[in-house]
């Protein structure tokens, strides 16, 4: 609504002088302020904010008439009245100086268009030349406590109990006084009930004049409060009647207001109660209250003091309250409350220490409510503190709050509700900036191509795709546009903005013309003829319809008001207009789909029809009147109508699954009457057109019903043409703010499943429910409310404390407006249940349940109805959770939201929880039974508080089990923990269960966050050109790091290495070597300590050849292909290169994996390049070893290079660049164009690679190779003694690939761009990670000193 933006400015008055002001007035237009200090009356201009006049009275005047107390200025500005101590009225004329002259005037470049083109113009772009002259003088002999000024006439209340109504010309003649003794008071208007009250001896102290109530809401000294209206419409003593409201007596002062019928009273307790009039009986009603409540103010709720002052803004939308003991806070008009200055950053520096709240003395809106000025009162007693000093000469000061407010306070329209516009002095806030980021990263081209879309789409309105929540929601900044300077300088203030549909254009409204922007193209359209702009003055707002902007003006040349429709390609001129005639003057448009409705002052409504032509090389538009409705009836003051729309609302036909396109058709109309929702139906009760005769545009609109009054105290409406048949409940309601009561909606109720609904149920139902921001727009599809909140940020360490006046970046903190929404859903299921509508409810959740936030609806649904219910002082008849419990069992989601709510609520109230829901123990199980293993950890904290701990063992054994099986290792790591937890006796006594926190993806287990297992690879620094893999398990700390200690040797320690055993001993049998290493690696499992111990039982191998195959199908690995002419013409097969012998053993026994360098053919170590290869020999070659399938022994031999200037690690990049399984190598060694190989080379290299399984498995394999090859060193060793022909280790290369190099000196180039030192290398893994393994304890020094002696080896996990 309205929120306050950055620091308020302090305006110095240019005369310094002793007196300083107290009270402040503006004029009708708000565009002069009257500022009245003792003896002195100031006029100030708005913009520029700066003095225009005073006049000081002289000190023989001044002895005669008093201080100056009040003023008031007649409605056209042309005079003003002042009131002093002593009785007089003093009347002033306020004189415009002649030729035109101003006291600022802007200076323009040269060349700049923009120059005086019509009448006023510069007078109201610039601060006006006044002067104040004295007119007359009137002595009532009486103190005057209040003055009202009513058109040509000014009503002025005195002590003595009289009303004085004299002409503002000053006749005597024209004067009248009323004694209060002659006017009737009663509490009511009956005739029936006399005069029952006695108002002798009682003056009026404040009061107000209320054009639309047609009366003065006026405060008696003794404080009481009461309306005083005409009976007839002459204001004598026997026409007048007051009317008086029962139970006040603390009345202090009065503000009314005029759009909603509303007279505000502040009273002496700091509350301020706000009546209308009944219209049945012509009482008082008590409407709402505005006041700090304990809850949200618990410090000075009551501390407040007596209300000062109230003042409604402009557009009567909000209204501003100050205290006696200073502060300001802003409520709704019907009560929502906005901001308060007495609490927050408002009320404390940033150290804590505590300010003294701001007095205000007088206040007042300036014009469209975009300012408030108010003058502070703190100064007064400073003066008095330096009067020992003469000549100290104090300056005037003026505070002006600035104010951004909603586009719906002034401009309603409802052709876009999903947009959140606010609009400033200068500027407008748009929350559809998310958008922006996409189409401004664009090219121009793509820009300029955005336009013919829009533009030649004639269902662009048909089309209402709703934004996404990233669009709307997205972040809580906004997207601000700078209004135009050149359009801002003479045609300040802007009083309408609207944006279209699509959340991309915006066009606003100011004192004359337009202008409008277009987010894409970061560019703002205004009339190029700058005498079109100031002759049009738009009067009843502006709305975009498709690339259209509609808008009801008043031309001030031809004097004749018109509806006129601008496109938004075409520039801005009045040749490209669509204009219309309107026969009287437009108070409010809006649009819905292709018709336009036009309130006008006659209290009559008009509807329109819109046609899109393309005939032309620009689109135009043809309007026409399709239908006229007559209101004066039942509106009895045409500036009491809020808003006005279009709807597809109906509350009794079509109300059924069957006929889903009526929805889109214009089937009543909503006005919302000052504050009554009223709607008007189409009479179908005559005779139905058929479908088919229906076609026809010609046709004759169906009249209108009589209104019915929908709901009470109504700020805002929200509604949609768009139709979805999956949320037709959403789509199809009325949304409602209704300001302190929150939120209403209008919901239709649908039979289910096409059954024909009972004739006894209504066909809708409006719901209550209370949000906790301010409503700005309803996202209807998403069931999101979107608003603004006032944030505050503190500045005043920047500067130092003293006793001198501080700046206002110390007294105030700097004012933010933030984007917000709020999830309303889990109000209207709770509503339908309360209500016994739990089918209706089920209906709306299932259309809701794709939604992202869908289970946090449900979790918050349960949560308040359990706080509510559960700490109820009272008992409950009819408690409503067992229904919202048996309602969430319908959605899969019900076990989850039954724990997090547990967990977000406090111990005490479980047992109540559950005794609905059900036993936590069947929920875990339930958990189980589903899989859902998180789930089910989380209720394992609620069993471990509710139940004993045997209980609470037997379930996490039970998990722990299945995590196992499941493979959740980090679920198995808290199970363990946990496990040990209640074997120790850590948890004999429950602790308090987290309430805030949301259970984390590993069941809820915080406190074991920094207990958890890992693993960590620690890097040496290289001593003697060796590279140390080391291989650390981080164990848990804390008592559980004692878990694989000796010592820790407990019961229940070993009934958790049982369950390990046990299931490794599972995992082993079924031969699933790849999970029971993942198992060993997560948990820490000993597994080569286990194996060990199991060789002779579950760990010997009975079936090679299962065992073989099953290894090949948990990595993906490929079976060895060998084609049988390999076998024929291998070299390696004649003999003609030797075997590696026992060099090759050597390098075998001390094997580690490459890195990703390595690989890449780049290894500096010291030796000759040798690479191995695969070479596959039968032992016992004959002609018929090809029939069949034959035994082979394989080994790695050695491919020798043809020239010593070739290098291996050129061979190593053919084979890892030619690879089809990992195509991440792009590296290929320079020397590989001088490698010269075979065809039977080349032909062996690519069955290596065909062999080759993925990297992953890869990497997975390396930790058992070099193992299995210390374990079979020994029996390869005797077997090359024994036989000549080579063998093949290549049956056991599935397990692990292997690329070996040893580098030549010198190195090769890329040796010397990668490696610093011999034999260190940076180990990189593809993961992301580092893993070390430390090398095995039983090389011995042997094989330590050939491994130094033949280079070192890395080696690259992942």
């Given at each position: 609504m309205y929120f306050l933006s950055g620091w308020p400015r302090r305006l110095l008055c240019p005369l310094k002088g002793s007196e300083k002001p107290f009270y402040i007035q503006p004029d009708s237009r708000r565009l002069i302020f009257a500022l009245l200090s003792q003896t002195q009356i100031s006029l100030w201009y708005s913009r520029p904010s700066v003095l225009i006049v005073s006049y000081k009275e002289s000190a023989k005047a001044a002895s005669q008439f008093g201080s100056y107390e009040k003023t008031e200025w007649k409605s056209d500005s042309s005079m003003i009245a002042v009131t002093t101590a002593n009785g007089y009225v003093l009347l002033f004329d306020i004189v415009y100086s002649g030729q035109e002259k101003c006291l600022y005037e802007p200076v323009y470049p040269k060349g700049n268009p923009r120059v005086k083109v019509t009448p006023g113009y510069k007078e109201e772009q610039c601060a006006p030349s006044l002067s104040v002259e004295m007119k007359k003088v009137l002595d009532f002999q009486a103190k005057i406590t209040s003055l009202q000024s009513m058109q040509d006439d000014l009503v002025i209340a005195t002590n003595d109990g009289i009303l004085h109504l004299i002409h503002w010309d000053g006749l005597t003649n024209g004067r009248k006084a009323i004694n209060l003794c002659s006017v009737p008071f009663s509490v009511d208007l009956q005739p029936s009930r006399g005069p029952s009250l006695d108002f002798e001896s009682v003056h009026i102290e404040d009061m107000e004049y209320c054009a639309t109530l047609d009366g003065f809401a006026v405060v008696f000294d003794d404080g009481r409060i009461g309306f005083i209206t005409p009976v007839s419409s002459k204001l004598t003593a026997e026409n007048l009647h007051g009317v008086c409201a029962q139970e006040v007596t603390d009345g202090t002062c009065v503000a009314v207001n005029n759009k909603y019928k509303l007279m505000a009273f502040g009273c002496a307790n700091g509350s301020v109660l706000v009546y209308t009039m009944d219209t049945t009986t012509g009482a008082m009603q008590l409407s709402h209250k505005l006041e700090l409540t304990p809850k949200h103010y618990p410090d000075i709720w009551n501390k407040t003091g007596a209300v000062k002052l109230v003042r409604w803004s402009p557009d009567c939308s909000v209204a501003m309250v100050t205290w006696e003991c200073g502060g300001l806070s802003l409520w709704s008009v019907f009560g929502a409350h906005l901001f308060c200055t007495l609490d927050g950053d408002f009320a404390h520096y940033s150290d804590g220490t505590k300010k003294e709240p701001i007095k205000i003395s007088s206040m007042s809106w300036g014009a469209e409510g975009y300012h408030l000025w108010a003058i502070s009162s703190d100064g007064i007693q400073q003066i008095g503190n330096e009067l020992e000093n003469k000549s100290v000469m104090q300056q005037a000061e003026i505070l002006q709050f600035q104010f951004i407010k909603s586009a719906l306070t002034v401009n309603p329209c409802m052709n876009n509700q999903e947009q959140v516009l606010l609009q400033g002095e200068d500027r407008l806030y748009l929350n559809c900036g998310d958008t922006l980021q996409n189409q401004n990263s664009s090219t121009a081209s793509a820009n300029s191509g955005h336009q013919p879309v829009r533009e030649k789409n004639p269902l662009?309105?048909?089309?209402?795709?709703?934004?996404?929540?990233?669009?709307?929601?997205?972040?809580?900044?906004?997207?601000?546009?700078?209004?135009?300077?050149?359009?801002?300088?003479?045609?300040?203030?802007?009083?309408?903005?609207?944006?279209?549909?699509?959340?991309?254009?915006?066009?606003?409204?100011?004192?004359?013309?337009?202008?409008?922007?277009?987010?894409?193209?970061?560019?703002?359209?205004?009339?190029?003829?700058?005498?079109?702009?100031?002759?049009?003055?738009?009067?009843?707002?502006?709305?975009?319809?498709?690339?259209?902007?509609?808008?009801?003006?008043?031309?001030?040349?031809?004097?004749?008001?018109?509806?006129?429709?601008?496109?938004?390609?075409?520039?801005?001129?009045?040749?490209?207009?669509?204009?219309?005639?309107?026969?009287?003057?437009?108070?409010?448009?809006?649009?819905?789909?292709?018709?336009?409705?036009?309130?006008?002052?006659?209290?009559?409504?008009?509807?329109?029809?819109?046609?899109?032509?393309?005939?032309?090389?620009?689109?135009?538009?043809?309007?026409?009147?399709?239908?006229?409705?007559?209101?004066?009836?039942?509106?009895?003051?045409?500036?009491?109508?809020?808003?006005?729309?279009?709807?597809?609302?109906?509350?009794?036909?079509?109300?059924?699954?069957?006929?889903?396109?009526?929805?889109?058709?214009?089937?009543?109309?909503?006005?919302?009457?000052?504050?009554?929702?009223?709607?008007?139906?189409?009479?179908?009760?005559?005779?139905?057109?058929?479908?088919?005769?229906?076609?026809?545009?010609?046709?004759?609109?169906?009249?209108?019903?009589?209104?019915?009054?929908?709901?009470?105290?109504?700020?805002?409406?929200?509604?949609?043409?768009?139709?979805?048949?999956?949320?037709?409940?959403?789509?199809?309601?009325?949304?409602?703010?209704?300001?302190?009561?929150?939120?209403?909606?209008?919901?239709?109720?649908?039979?289910?499943?096409?059954?024909?609904?009972?004739?006894?149920?209504?066909?809708?139902?409006?719901?209550?429910?209370?949000?906790?921001?301010?409503?700005?727009?309803?996202?209807?599809?998403?069931?999101?409310?979107?608003?603004?909140?006032?944030?505050?940020?503190?500045?005043?360490?920047?500067?130092?404390?003293?006793?001198?006046?501080?700046?206002?970046?110390?007294?105030?903190?700097?004012?933010?407006?933030?984007?917000?929404?709020?999830?309303?859903?889990?109000?209207?299921?709770?509503?339908?249940?309360?209500?016994?509508?739990?089918?209706?409810?089920?209906?709306?959740?299932?259309?809701?349940?794709?939604?992202?936030?869908?289970?946090?609806?449900?979790?918050?649904?349960?949560?308040?109805?359990?706080?509510?219910?559960?700490?109820?002082?009272?008992?409950?008849?009819?408690?409503?959770?067992?229904?919202?419990?048996?309602?969430?069992?319908?959605?899969?989601?019900?076990?989850?939201?039954?724990?997090?709510?547990?967990?977000?609520?406090?111990?005490?109230?479980?047992?109540?929880?559950?005794?609905?829901?059900?036993?936590?123990?069947?929920?875990?199980?339930?958990?189980?039974?589903?899989?859902?293993?998180?789930?089910?950890?989380?209720?394992?904290?609620?069993?471990?508080?509710?139940?004993?701990?045997?209980?609470?063992?037997?379930?996490?054994?039970?998990?722990?089990?299945?995590?196992?099986?499941?493979?959740?290792?980090?679920?198995?790591?808290?199970?363990?923990?946990?496990?040990?937890?209640?074997?120790?006796?850590?948890?004999?006594?429950?602790?308090?269960?987290?309430?805030?926190?949301?259970?984390?993806?590993?069941?809820?287990?915080?406190?074991?966050?920094?207990?958890?297992?890992?693993?960590?690879?620690?890097?040496?620094?290289?001593?003697?050109?060796?590279?140390?893999?080391?291989?650390?398990?981080?164990?848990?700390?804390?008592?559980?790091?004692?878990?694989?200690?000796?010592?820790?040797?407990?019961?229940?320690?070993?009934?958790?290495d049982e369950m390990l055993w046990r299931h490794a001993r599972r995992l082993l049998e079924e031969m699933r070597l790849k999970d029971l290493s993942s198992f060993a690696a997560q948990l820490g499992f000993e597994l080569i300590g286990w194996l060990s111990k199991e060789r002779t039982r579950v760990a010997r191998v009975e079936d090679f050849v299962k065992a073989l195959k099953r290894l090949h199908n948990d990595f993906l690995w490929p079976f060895p292909v060998i084609p049988s002419s390999c076998l024929v013409n291998s070299p390696f097969k004649n003999g003609k290169y030797k075997a590696v012998g026992d060099q090759f053993l050597k390098s075998q026994s001390t094997e580690t994996f490459v890195s990703n360098d390595l690989e890449s053919g780049v290894v500096n170590t010291r030796g000759s390049h040798i690479c191995l290869s695969l070479n596959t020999a039968p032992t016992q070659m004959d002609s018929g070893s090809l029939q069949g399938p034959q035994t082979q022994d394989a080994i790695l031999s050695p491919l020798l290079s043809k020239g010593d200037e070739c290098s291996i690690g050129s061979a190593t990049d053919l084979t890892e660049t030619s690879s089809m399984v990992d195509g991440d190598w792009t590296m290929v060694d320079e020397g590989f164009s001088t490698l010269s190989l075979t065809q039977s080379e080349l032909e062996y290299i690519s069955m290596e690679l065909a062999n080759k399984g993925p990297r992953k498995s890869q990497v997975q394999l390396s930790p058992g190779y070099k193992p299995f090859l210390n374990r079979i060193k020994p029996q390869l060793q005797k077997l090359n003694e024994v036989t000549e022909e080579q063998v093949q280790p290549e049956a056991f290369q599935p397990l692990s690939r292997l690329s070996i190099s040893k580098a030549v000196e010198p190195p090769s180039p890329w040796a010397e761009e990668n490696r610093t030192t011999v034999g260190h290398v940076n180990n990189q893994c593809d993961g992301g990670g580092s893993i070390g393994r430390q090398e095995e304890d039983g090389q011995g020094e042997e094989e330590e000193e050939q491994l130094e002696d033949e280079g070192s080896y890395e080696c690259s996990l992942s």
């Open positions: 662009y309105n048909d089309i209402l795709v709703p934004q996404g929540l990233s669009t709307l929601l997205g972040h809580r900044h906004w997207h601000v546009v700078q209004i135009h300077s050149t359009y801002l300088e003479s045609n300040w203030p802007i009083k309408f903005a609207a944006i279209d549909q699509l959340g991309q254009c915006v066009a606003v409204a100011g004192r004359c013309g337009i202008a409008h922007y277009a987010l894409f193209t970061r560019k703002w359209k205004l009339f190029g003829n700058i005498t079109q702009e100031q002759n049009m003055a738009v009067t009843g707002g502006l709305a975009w319809w498709n690339d259209f902007i509609v808008l009801a003006c008043y031309n001030l040349i031809d004097q004749q008001e018109e509806l006129r429709l601008y496109l938004r390609s075409s520039n801005l001129d009045n040749v490209f207009a669509h204009i219309t005639k309107v026969q009287s003057q437009t108070l409010l448009i809006n649009v819905f789909r292709d018709m336009v409705i036009l309130f006008r002052v006659d209290c009559s409504i008009c509807l329109y029809s819109i046609d899109r032509k393309d005939d032309g090389p620009n689109p135009t538009a043809n309007v026409q009147v399709l239908q006229e409705v007559s209101m004066s009836r039942y509106i009895p003051h045409p500036s009491l109508v809020i808003s006005v729309t279009l709807t597809s609302v109906r509350t009794e036909t079509g109300i059924t699954f069957k006929m889903p396109q009526q929805a889109c058709a214009a089937e009543s109309i909503m006005l919302n009457l000052a504050g009554q929702l009223i709607m008007l139906q189409r009479d179908r009760s005559g005779p139905q057109v058929r479908e088919k005769d229906s076609i026809s545009k010609q046709k004759k609109l169906l009249p209108f019903c009589a209104p019915v009054v929908l709901a009470q105290c109504v700020e805002n409406v929200w509604t949609t043409c768009r139709s979805n048949k999956q949320k037709r409940h959403l789509l199809e309601a009325l949304w409602l703010s209704c300001g302190e009561a929150g939120m209403k909606v209008w919901l239709p109720l649908f039979p289910r499943d096409n059954r024909k609904p009972h004739s006894f149920l209504s066909r809708r139902i409006m719901l209550p429910f209370q949000i906790n921001i301010y409503p700005l727009a309803v996202l209807f599809e998403d069931a999101l409310v979107l608003g603004a909140v006032n944030e505050t940020i503190l500045y005043d360490n920047l500067y130092v404390h003293n006793n001198e006046k501080e700046p206002l970046e110390v007294l105030f903190p700097f004012s933010t407006v933030e984007r917000t929404s709020q999830i309303y859903l889990h109000h209207i299921l709770r509503q339908l249940l309360v209500r016994n509508l739990g089918e209706q409810a089920l209906l709306l959740a299932q259309s809701c349940a794709t939604l992202p936030y869908f289970p946090h609806v449900l979790e918050l649904m349960l949560h308040e109805v359990l706080e509510e219910e559960a700490t109820s002082r009272e008992p409950i008849p009819d408690p409503l959770l067992p229904t919202v419990a048996k309602f969430i069992t319908e959605f899969p989601l019900f076990l989850q939201t039954v724990v997090h709510c547990a967990r977000k609520t406090e111990y005490a109230l479980w047992n109540y929880l559950f005794a609905a829901v059900g036993n936590p123990k069947d929920l875990f199980e339930e958990c189980l039974l589903a899989q859902d293993l998180d789930t089910a950890a989380s209720y394992l904290i609620i069993l471990q508080n509710m139940e004993v701990p045997a209980v609470s063992r037997q379930h996490a054994t039970l998990l722990f089990s299945t995590a196992l099986e499941q493979g959740k290792w980090d679920l198995c790591r808290h199970m363990i923990r946990f496990l040990k937890a209640i074997g120790a006796g850590e948890l004999e006594t429950p602790p308090p269960t987290p309430t805030t926190q949301e259970p984390s993806s590993s069941g809820g287990f915080e406190f074991f966050k920094h207990r958890s297992i890992s693993f960590s690879q620690s890097a040496e620094s290289p001593n003697g050109g060796k590279f140390n893999l080391q291989k650390t398990l981080s164990m848990p700390s804390g008592p559980s790091a004692k878990r694989w200690s000796k010592d820790a040797d407990s019961t229940e320690n070993m009934y958790i």
